[in-house]
C-alpha cells in the first residue's frame, strides 16, 4: 500500500464512519500494533484489509495505485457547504467526499436538507458559502458558479419535473441539446434509453398521457441519455414495479 490510495472505514460499538486515509497513516497504524488481515476483491478494484483492536473495526479499502504523490481526483468533493432558504439556514458546513465509481446514500428526516444538497450540487440551489468540485473542476465557490447545464450532471428529481408540453422523446432530446449532437446521434441514444426504461412504444405519448411509474421511467432516462459524469438521484424508484425497479438498478450501477 505504499503507493495506494485508500478509504478506511470504520466503527466504534456501532457507529460507521468513513475517513480518507494516506497509506503512510496505514503503516503508523500497523506500526502501533493493529493487525491487518487481507481479503478478496472489492467490486471493479481494490483491495479491502480489516483491521481489529479491542472494540474498534476498521475496513480499508485501496481503490488503485497511483505515483507516489499523485493528485487523487474525486467525483464530488464539497467544502464546508453552506445554503438557505427564506433565510432559514438549510444547510450548514456540510462537507464530504464522493470517489470514482462510488456510490454515496443520504440518509435523514423529511426537511433535513438532503434533496437541497442535490439541488446545490446540481447547480439549481443557491449557495452562500462553501465550494462544490466535480472530477476536479470547481464548479461552485470564490464568487463564481457554474450553470447548471455545464455540470455534466444528470439528476432525477422526485417529482419527475417532466415538461408537460414535450412528448416523451421531446423530453429526452431536451436534456441533449447541450451536447449539440447530429440528428442521428440523438435518435440512437434516445432509442437506447427508451429501450433500457421499456418505454418504446411510447415515445409519442405526452406525460399526462403516462402513469406516475411511467412518468418517472422517463425521468431517469432523461437523466441517463446525456451520459452525465455524475448522477444525482432523488427517490427514484419509489413508485416503478418490482421487476423493472431492479433492472434500471443493475443497469444504473452498471
Not at 491487518?36 to 481494490?46: L, N, Q, S
Not at 446514500?105 to 434533496?115: M, N
Not at 414495479?241 to 444504473?252: K, P
Amino acid at each position: 500500500f505504499d503507493r495506494g490510495f485508500a478509504h478506511l472505514y470504520c466503527s466504534h460499538e456501532g457507529v460507521a464512519g468513513r475517513f480518507d486515509v494516506a497509506s503512510v497513516q496505514l503503516r503508523a497504524a500497523s506500526h502501533a500494533g493493529l493487525s491487518i488481515r487481507k481479503g478478496g476483491a472489492v467490486g471493479r478494484r481494490g483491495l479491502p484489509c480489516a483491521v481489529d483492536r479491542g472494540c474498534w473495526s476498521f475496513t480499508l479499502v485501496v481503490y488503485e495505485s497511483l505515483p507516489w504523490g499523485a493528485e487523487v481526483i474525486s467525483a464530488l468533493r464539497i467544502e464546508d457547504l453552506y445554503c438557505q432558504h427564506q433565510q432559514q439556514a438549510v444547510l450548514s458546513g456540510v462537507s464530504l467526499t464522493v470517489a470514482d465509481n462510488e456510490i454515496l446514500c443520504l440518509l435523514g428526516a423529511s426537511g433535513g436538507g438532503k434533496t437541497t444538497l442535490l439541488r446545490a450540487i446540481a447547480g439549481l440551489m443557491p449557495v452562500s458559502q462553501g465550494t462544490v468540485w466535480l472530477r476536479g473542476r470547481q464548479v461552485e465557490g470564490a464568487g463564481m458558479s457554474v450553470p447548471a447545464e455545464q455540470r455534466e450532471t444528470g439528476f432525477i428529481f422526485q417529482d419527475y419535473a417532466l415538461f408537460p408540453h414535450l412528448t416523451v422523446a421531446q423530453n429526452l432530446a431536451f436534456a441533449l441539446r447541450p451536447l449539440r449532437l447530429s440528428g442521428e446521434q440523438q435518435r440512437q441514444r434516445i432509442q437506447e434509453m427508451l429501450s433500457l426504461v421499456a418505454l418504446t412504444s411510447l415515445a409519442q405519448r405526452y406525460p399526462h398521457e403516462l402513469s406516475g411509474g411511467q412518468q418517472q421511467r422517463v425521468a431517469i432516462a432523461r437523466a441517463l441519455v446525456c451520459r452525465p459524469q455524475l448522477l444525482l438521484l432523488d427517490e427514484p424508484f419509489s413508485n416503478i414495479d418490482a421487476q423493472v425497479r431492479w433492472s434500471l438498478i443493475r443497469e444504473i450501477r452498471a
